[in-house]
């Protein structure tokens, strides 16, 4: 028998239906510091979902509503919601519990639960509080007075066409913002990680289909042709230029196809001031003398490598001669970047 003289620790409570609540609130009003751990991402459990209660038929938002506020605010007690028990160790009296906690993906200390999240979100999902009845974005909270007041994010394992594409691109994602008719803002997803959409919209093997569920059930999500209409319809001189601060050094890139202007233009949004040196006449490598016109119309290149001119990039112009001089470091050409340790009035470093 454990005294008042021998109140030691924290109490856990697992399940913060109406019942953990309740034995939340008693024990905080013990004295005891209460930790109220729960695998949702609001406390309320099973009587939150009920329109009445049985058998006073009385309405089961007016009952829980006090309790959720009182354990809200209760200072001995803490939620701790997306929660499961991974492990007890240690003896009555004196257990010591492990958690493993999904993460939120949304910051609880600057949500204020006013919903533009949601609003924005374009991917609808069966809502399991409505036991799969109503849809809900994939940035939720099940009710107006849930507990925490805060939203969250469900995701599950991560999509299986990201995994296959070499470029990690949110291919989910911007099929979710073309669904919504947000053209720019799937061009914008896209080009954190590829700067030509509209020519790998063309040309692309689309590993991803290949990997892509809902082959499961008929075919494929055609999520390659979906990049490329979406640089379609998209007027790219109205582009915005993200404002960057430019950064003082300079790099030389050796090479105007694929892999030098993604180069450049990850360098340009990061500030640098990047030069493309090449043989040929025009931009683009393979892309522009080793794809036919037909697969690869000149125009769809030519409106992607001028938007990346418009970040700052300067070239492509043909190689200096100081890059011969047999008396020079060793150097590698190709679509790399190369870093030279040129004089002050040198073509760019």
Known sequence: MITDQAKIGAIAVVGGGIAGMQAALDAANAGFKVYLVEKDISIGGVMAQLDKTFPTNDCSTCLISPKLIEVARHPDIEIITQSEVAEVAGKAGHFTLTLRQEPRFIDMAKCNACGACAEACPVLLPSSFDEGLDFRHAACRHFPQAIPANYAIKKLDRAPCVRACPAILSAQGYVQLIKAGKFPEVLSLIMERLPLPGTFGRICPHPCESDCRRQEVDEPVAICNLKRFVADAVDWTALPVPAVEPRPEKVAII???????????????????????????????????????????????????????????????????????????????????????????????
Request: glycine share 10%; hydrophobic share 40%.
């Open 255 to 349: 090479g105007a196809g694929p892999s030098g202007l993604s180069c450049a233009f990850h360098l340009a949004l990061k500030g640098y001031q990047a030069v493309i040196y090449e043989a040929a006449a025009e931009a683009g490598g393979w892309l522009r003398y080793g794809i036919p016109a037909y697969r690869l119309p000149r125009e769809v290149l030519q409106r992607e490598v001028d938007y990346i001119q418009r970040l700052g990039v300067r070239g492509p112009d043909k190689l200096p001669a100081i890059l011969f001089n047999p008396h020079l470091p060793s150097l590698s050409f190709g679509p790399r970047l190369w870093p030279w340790p040129w004089p002050e009035n040198a073509p760019p470093q």
